[in-house]
């Protein structure tokens, strides 16, 4: 028998393998794993890397979730400006290792996506220095108009995720993979099927196993208003199957005036499931006049401080 991948084989020629010696280029999984921890234990496991400190690792599947038109987008693309310049995301949460980052946003055309990173660049006030981060380290990619379904009808990888997974795995400084919305990327039942979701929660986990070992982070939507009054991760739309697969779930939920009323211009990020992070303590953001959708902590000033030991938002 010729030399081949164990993935290829047949249980026959697998059989036959393991008699006759041949030579197997790639053991299967559970044998490449088999075998006692043995002298692992000797030695103190490597730190975390974090991608933004004490929120998302990296190597993780992570999802933002909030009703439509709470921010999410803008979130995201501020997300992305952070990851590639090191400035802290929302001025509090900080970017240990900034790199490259990928901002797919599958509802907008070129020209609206060139508009939001534009405008949340100078809402900003990028350094010069941050500013030829940010042409450098941050992919744009403006997906509407386009299929981009990672899985076909019978659950198998589509040719754009194919395209897109070589893509990121040729990448070796590339820390996340920003996905808006989740709904474009998934197949078409896996906000109601858990297989399904599953599959796709290991489709997005794939992509992580970059040489850089980059983490991935979906914006979704959440259940109807009035479904859910709480702010955990059970206010997350679809399947349970993709809140259960994702390591890392944060929310925009609503901010309320003192009448009752809904505040539009606000809204409340917070960590409802992090399995590798302590309590995070939720933080009400606002819109800014003059600033487009560019999302500030409520209570910071254009010239004020940041979080302690940081350095101005406004820097």
């Known amino acids: 028998m010729s030399s081949k991948d164990l993935s290829d084989m047949t249980p026959e020629e697998f059989t036959d393998s393991m008699d006759n010696g041949t030579p197997m280029r790639e053991p299967l999984l559970v044998d490449r794993l088999w075998g006692p921890i043995g002298d692992r234990l000797d030695t103190p496991p490597p730190p975390r890397d974090y991608i933004i400190e004490d929120l ?23 997300l992305a400006i952070s990851i590639a310049t090191g400035k802290d995301w ?9 790199g490259r980052v990928i901002l797919a946003l599958a509802e907008e055309d ?3 996506m060139h508009r939001r990173i534009y405008e949340a660049k100078d809402a900003l006030k990028l350094s010069p220095e941050q500013y030829k981060d940010i042409k450098k380290n941050l992919f744009d990619m403006p997906l509407a ?25 040729a990448e070796e400084d590339l820390r996340l993979v920003i996905l808006d919305p989740l709904s474009r990327f998934a ?35 959440e259940k109807k208003p009035g479904s859910s009054s709480k702010d955990d991760q059970f206010s997350v739309r679809g399947s349970s199957g993709l809140v259960d697969g994702a390591r890392w779930v944060a ?24 399995n590798y992070s302590g309590h995070v303590e ?6 800014r006049e003059g600033c487009s959708g560019v999302l500030f902590p409520e209570e910071m000033t254009f010239g004020g401080p940041s979080s302690p030991g940081r350095a101005d938002f406004n820097d």
């Open 56 to 78: 998302l690792v990296s190597g993780k599947v992570g999802i933002l979730a909030g009703h439509g038109g709470r921010g999410k987008t803008w979130a995201l693309t501020q």
């Open 90 to 98: 929302f001025g509090r949460f900080y970017i240990p290792k900034p």
């Open 110 to 112: 070129q020209e609206e």
């Open 145 to 169: 108009g386009h299929d981009v379904s990672f899985l076909d009808g019978e659950g198998q990888p589509t040719e754009f995720y194919k395209n897109l997974h070589a893509r990121i795995t």
């Open 187 to 221: 197949g078409h039942d896996t906000e109601t099927d858990n297989k399904s979701a599953t599959t796709f929660i290991t489709h997005l986990e794939k992509l992580t196993k970059a040489k850089s070992k980059l983490s991935v982070i979906c914006a979704h939507h």
């Open 251 to 274: 929310r925009l939920g609503p901010v309320y005036k003192q009448g009752g009323d809904l505040d539009y211009r606000k809204t409340r990020f917070s960590v409802v499931k992090s």
């Open 282 to 287: 939720p933080l009400t953001l606002e819109k």
